[in-house]
C-alpha cells in the first residue's frame, strides 16, 4: 500500500492529530504560557485544599490543576463575580459616611497649684455607716468652671502598679491640678 501522498503519511510523523489532541496540546501551551506570566500565590481567591485540587474561593470552584484554574480566571463566571464583588464593595465604601469628628476647643490653663483639700471620716448617727467626706478648696476658678469628679479603678490609673483592692477619686477643676485620693 502506497502511504506517500496520505496527509500525514510520511513514515515517522506520527499521524495526523485528531481534534481532541490538538485541544489537549493547546490547552496544555496555554496552561504553560499561563504560569509563567500569572503568580498563583498572589492570586487572593487561589486555594489548594487537603485533596490536593485546586479551589476558587471567589466562585467557589474545583480544579484538578493549576491550568484549569487559570482558564477559569479568564472564563464568565469567574469574572462577573469579581465585577459583583466591586460593585458591593464600591457600594459599601459609599454607604459609610466618615462620622465627622466634633471640634472641641482645647483650653489651654497654666496650672497654679494644688488646691486645698480637707478629708474627714464621718459615722451615721442611726446606721452607723462610716463614710468620708471630701472638702476642696477652689478659690481661683471662674464662676463657668464646674469642678468635676471620678472614680477610676486600681487598673485604669499608671502611677502605682496595678492593686484590685484600692479604688481612686479624683477631682479636677481648670487651672488646679487634678487631685486624687487613694480609697479602699
Not at 23 to 43: C, P, V, Y
Not at 73 to 80: A, C, L, W
Not at 104 to 129: C, L, N
Request: charged share 25%; proline share 5%; net charge positive.
Amino acid at each position: 500500500m502506497d502511504f506517500q501522498h496520505r496527509a500525514g503519511g510520511k513514515t515517522g510523523m506520527g499521524g495526523v492529530a485528531s481534534a481532541s489532541e490538538s485541544n489537549r496540546d493547546r490547552r496544555e501551551r496555554l496552561r504553560q504560557l499561563a504560569l509563567e506570566t500569572i503568580n498563583l500565590a498572589k492570586d487572593p481567591y487561589f486555594m489548594k485544599n487537603h485533596l490536593g485540587t485546586y479551589e476558587c474561593k471567589l466562585c467557589l470552584t474545583l480544579h484538578n490543576n493549576e491550568g484549569s484554574y487559570l482558564a477559569h480566571t479568564q472564563g464568565k463566571k469567574h469574572q462577573s463575580n469579581l465585577a459583583r464583588r466591586a460593585a458591593r464593595e464600591n457600594q459599601q465604601s459609599s454607604d459609610i459616611i466618615q462620622p465627622m469628628k466634633p471640634h472641641y476647643e482645647v483650653r489651654k490653663f497654666i496650672k497654679i497649684g494644688r488646691p486645698g483639700y480637707k478629708v474627714t471620716k464621718q459615722r451615721d448617727p442611726d446606721t452607723k455607716q462610716q463614710s468620708l467626706l471630701f472638702q476642696i478648696d477652689y478659690p481661683e476658678i471662674s464662676d463657668n468652671i464646674v469642678p468635676k469628679h471620678r472614680f477610676m479603678s486600681g487598673f485604669e490609673q499608671h502611677v502605682e502598679a496595678p492593686d484590685r483592692r484600692w479604688q481612686y477619686l479624683l477631682f479636677a477643676a481648670e487651672p488646679y491640678e487634678t487631685i486624687s485620693f487613694k480609697v479602699t
